[in-house]
């Protein structure tokens, strides 16, 4: 007689049923997969059409690696959502010259808006000492610029600066944003000559990286340095490329005018006054790791005739 075929069949039903639960439990957490990231996202106007184009959250695509992720909010810094923290950072290692853009950049402080607060400091010895706290009383700010020291005996890398100021920040939800003025010559890691001529200082990923960390956005201004290496067109050259490298990885931009001083930076100083007022609050999903830490993103629109400015990566909390 044969035995009942269901005996047969029962290796197949517990399969069956154990595949069943693991795609239960599979979508039960799926949701929770992944996670809320925030970033600050400048809309930039490409070739001769002037008048920024309209760009809504549909418009924009968020990629983390070829995944595209799901945007949930896309916010103007505008009226409550205006906030913004902005920090003067000048190299003590400046040659005196640079006094003659203080009043392009008082002009510069007291033209924003009531609801940016404005620092001031200078990078020396590899950290930044504040002549001037966070203030909306954009007056004090502007009295706080003084002159650079103007030796760069005892100075070191500017981007370790950067990174100690951007550790110092007080977190309020607000944007943050730098403008960083300085030769970008690294003295503490010695001469580019034996690394080669596009060595980029170690420091610069630090500082972008620490950027990327807390969403800060750091505009570099190029300034003649006091010191023989300033003199040097190599190290000239390698610092400006250090500077862009910066700028480019946290969304900012840099500006110089060859190896030598702007007359003004009044071109620059308004080029980033625009930028500022054309900035969005961009939220997604992003994947994440098992561990928090900085992913890489980016960004791109259908929109013609506009580039949308942001980090390479963005802080994401782990699993």
Do not use: C
């Not at 049923?17 to 600050?40: C, D, F, G, H, Y």
């Not at 970008?184 to 990923?205: C, E, K, L, Q, T």
């Not at 340095?225 to 190599?234: D, E, H, K, Q, T």
Request: charged letters at 20%; proline letters at 5%; glycine letters at 8%.
């Amino acid at each position: 007689m044969r035995r009942p075929t269901y005996l047969s069949a029962l290796p197949l039903l517990l399969a069956f049923a154990v595949s069943s639960i693991q795609v239960l439990r599979a979508q039960e957490v799926e949701p929770s997969r992944n996670a809320k990231a925030r970033m600050t996202v400048t809309l930039r106007v490409q070739g001769k059409n002037k008048q920024t184009p309209e760009v809504n959250r549909n418009d924009v695509i968020v990629k983390q690696g070829k995944t595209v992720l799901p945007v949930t909010g896309w916010t103007p810094a505008r009226g409550d959502s205006a906030g913004l923290d902005l920090f003067i950072l000048l190299d003590d290692a400046s040659h005196s010259s640079l006094a003659l853009q203080f009043d392009d950049l008082r002009a510069f402080i007291k033209a924003q808006p009531v609801s940016t607060a404005v620092g001031v400091g200078y990078m020396r010895n590899g950290t930044v000492t504040i002549a001037q706290n966070f203030t909306s009383n954009h007056d004090e700010a502007a009295k706080a610029l003084r002159l650079p020291f103007a030796n760069s005996g005892a100075f070191r890398s500017p981007y370790l600066a950067v990174a100690d100021l951007i550790n110092r920040w007080p977190v309020n939800g607000n944007r943050r944003e730098i403008v960083m003025i300085t030769d970008g010559i690294d003295r503490h890691h010695g001469d580019p000559h034996r690394r080669g001529f596009n060595f980029i200082s170690p420091d610069v990923y630090t500082a972008s990286n620490a950027a990327q960390r807390t969403g800060t956005v750091i505009d570099t201004i190029y300034t003649h340095g006091a010191g023989r290496w300033s003199r040097n067109y190599w190290q000239i050259v390698n610092g400006q490329n250090n500077l862009a490298k910066l700028s480019d990885a946290t969304g900012g931009g840099s500006y110089f005018l060859g190896t030598h001083n702007a007359v003004s930076f009044q071109p620059y100083l308004d080029e980033i006054h625009k930028a500022l007022a054309n900035q969005y609050l961009l939220e997604f999903e992003a994947v994440p790791s098992k561990k928090p830490g900085v992913q890489s993103i980016s960004l791109n629109t259908p929109v013609a005739g506009v580039e949308l400015g942001s980090a390479d990566g963005v802080w994401v909390e782990g699993r």
